[in-house]
Nanobody
Framework: QVQLVESGGGLVQPGGSLRISCRAS????????MSWVRQAPGKGLEWIAE????????GYADSVKGRFTISRDKAKNTLFLQMNSLKFEDTALYYC???????????WGQGTQVTVSS
């Protein structure tokens, strides 16, 4: 069964850190480009980070560059997003997704909620 399952979301104070995870199954994770995409309340989807299969190439949206880091553990079929220096505007539902083209995705997880609040 092709599946992406996110975990690790929660409530964090501004300036804090959080790491979210995405466990993949049912497809060749190590050969797949993967992304993180988020949706803030009342807003559309925003692509924020991408990594290639070898995890030696990454890309970030300007809104998170220098604060967020995408990585992967091939042995555990797991994608990560380390989020530092979190801001109120980072509050969103975070999805991991498999890419079939640049910023285009064909498999989505159910999302994990990240709330930045004091």
């Amino acid at each position: 069964q092709v599946q992406l399952v996110e975990s690790g979301g929660g409530l964090v104070q501004p300036g804090g850190s959080l790491r979210i995870s995405c466990r993949a199954s049912g497809f060749s994770f190590s050969d797949s480009y993967m992304s993180w995409v988020r949706q803030a309340p009342g807003k559309g989807l925003e692509w924020i980070a991408e990594t290639n299969g070898g995890a030696d190439s990454t890309g970030y949206a300007d809104s998170v560059k220098g604060r967020f880091t995408i990585s992967r553990d091939k042995a555990k079929n797991t994608l990560f997003l380390q989020m530092n220096s979190l801001k109120f505007e980072d509050t969103a539902l975070y999805y991991c997704a498999r890419d079939f083209a640049y910023k285009a995705h064909d498999i989505w997880g159910q999302g994990t909620q990240v709330t930045v609040s004091s």
